[in-house]
């Protein structure tokens, strides 16, 4: 089977036409090609390096049915996430740092990226930044009757 449609990088429409054999083809239907997704806003921008911490990354072009995040350019540092129709918010956990890739353990913050099909995670240039930190117990009281 041979598909025929044009190439595009951002949100559009073309027609599509399938073949059996390079001769005879369909009739085109129309194909809707989604843009990369932008992340613009991160929420969280912080949390403690012992994880646990859950972003909601939003933009657009993010809905689709899969989604990653990626932080920093680390191939090991890909976490699944699930999307939050409610704010077309795209949601993953960190782990803790000491969880993550050497090259990333000690880094201050993590670049997070987004990914709608698993291969694209969009322009580095345009990551969202996580700052990490410690998290330091200074008191504790006993717990309440």
């Known amino acids: 089977?041979?598909?025929?449609g044009g190439a595009r990088?951002?949100?559009?429409?073309?027609?599509?036409?399938?073949s059996g054999n390079l001769?005879?083809?369909?009739?085109?239907v129309a194909y809707a090609y989604g843009g990369h997704p932008a992340a613009t806003l991160l929420r969280p921008r912080a949390g403690?390096?012992?994880?646990?911490?859950?972003?909601?990354?939003?933009g657009s072009g993010l809905y689709s049915t899969r989604?990653?995040?990626r932080l920093g350019e680390h191939a090991g540092a890909v976490l699944n996430a699930?999307?939050?129709?409610?704010?077309?918010?795209v949601l993953c956990t960190l782990p803790a740092a000491a969880a993550l890739p050497s090259a990333l353990?000690?880094?201050?913050s993590l670049s997070v990226r987004v990914s709608t099909n698993g291969l694209?995670?969009?322009?580095?240039?345009?990551?969202?930044?996580?700052?990490?930190?410690?998290?330091?117990?200074?008191a504790a009281r006993p717990p309440f009757p």
């Open 120 to 138: 694209q995670y969009g322009d580095p240039a345009q990551a969202l930044a996580f700052e990490l930190y410690e998290a330091n117990l200074s």
């Open 67 to 69: 989604h990653l995040c």
């Open 48 to 58: 403690p390096r012992g994880g646990g911490t859950q972003l909601a990354v939003t």
């Open 1 to 4: 089977m041979v598909v025929r």
């Open 23 to 28: 001769q005879q083809w369909s009739e085109p």
């Open 105 to 108: 353990r000690s880094a201050p």
């Open 82 to 89: 699930s999307w939050r129709a409610a704010d077309g918010a």
């Open 9 to 18: 990088v951002q949100t559009t429409t073309v027609p599509l036409e399938v």
